[in-house]
């Protein structure tokens, strides 16, 4: 996943090109799902707000400016799960669930949705390690992106990124998968 190639794919659907917004949601998706999910901790609150947030992206797209559209996207995905998540905290829970049932700060996915690589990836890696290699392997964002969302120095997410691939190669290599 390129930038360019979602540039062009924008430019494409603001052009009348329908099927160009099938292209930017199949390259966008994860990414989308893993940051929303990652602050709301709900499945299905989680898909909701993806949903949402490409609502948002139909209808504002022309305000894209050809900058980072994985960024402007995740940006959007980002706040809408935030506002949803202090809805979610001002609600009144009326039965007798806690509250932190449905909102956590834990990033890794639910037991029953992770599965190969991901899975090892969560059952090995330490939060920040596997937030690195999901970020920069699944979701493709470049490292020094990496490094100013998770503001850390590019050097260290590097390196983290480095000694996780690794761990999880010997994990796999050792027949943990």
């Known amino acids: 996943m390129t930038d360019k ?23 966008t998706y994860k990414v989308v799902y893993f940051v929303v999910y990652g602050i709301i901790k709900n499945k299905s609150i989680a ?9 948002k992206v139909f209808k504002n797209l ?10 402007w996207i995740t940006t959007m995905a980002k706040n809408i799960a935030i506002n949803e998540y202090k809805k979610l905290k001002r609600e ?16 890794r ?12 990836a969560q059952d090995t890696l330490d939060e920040e390690d596997y ?12 490292r020094r992106e990496v490094a100013k969302i998770m503001d850390m120095p590019i050097s260290s997410v590097s390196y983290r990124l480095k000694v ?9 290599q050792g027949g943990k998968i």
């Open 62 to 71: 022309s305000g894209y400016v050809h900058d980072n559209f994985v960024a």
């Open 92 to 107: 009144k829970l009326t039965d007798f669930v806690e509250e932190n049932k449905y909102i956590s700060g834990d990033f």
């Open 5 to 27: 190639s979602l540039n062009k794919a924008v430019e494409r659907f603001l052009q009348g090109d329908k099927n160009a917004f099938d292209y930017i949601y199949d390259k």
């Open 131 to 142: 937030k690195i290699v999901v970020m920069c392997v699944i979701a493709g964002y470049k």
């Open 47 to 55: 898909q909701d707000i993806v949903q949402e947030t490409y609502l």
């Open 109 to 120: 996915m639910p037991e029953e949705d992770s599965f190969g690589l991901i899975k090892l």
């Open 164 to 172: 996780s691939l690794e761990t999880l190669k010997r994990n796999l």
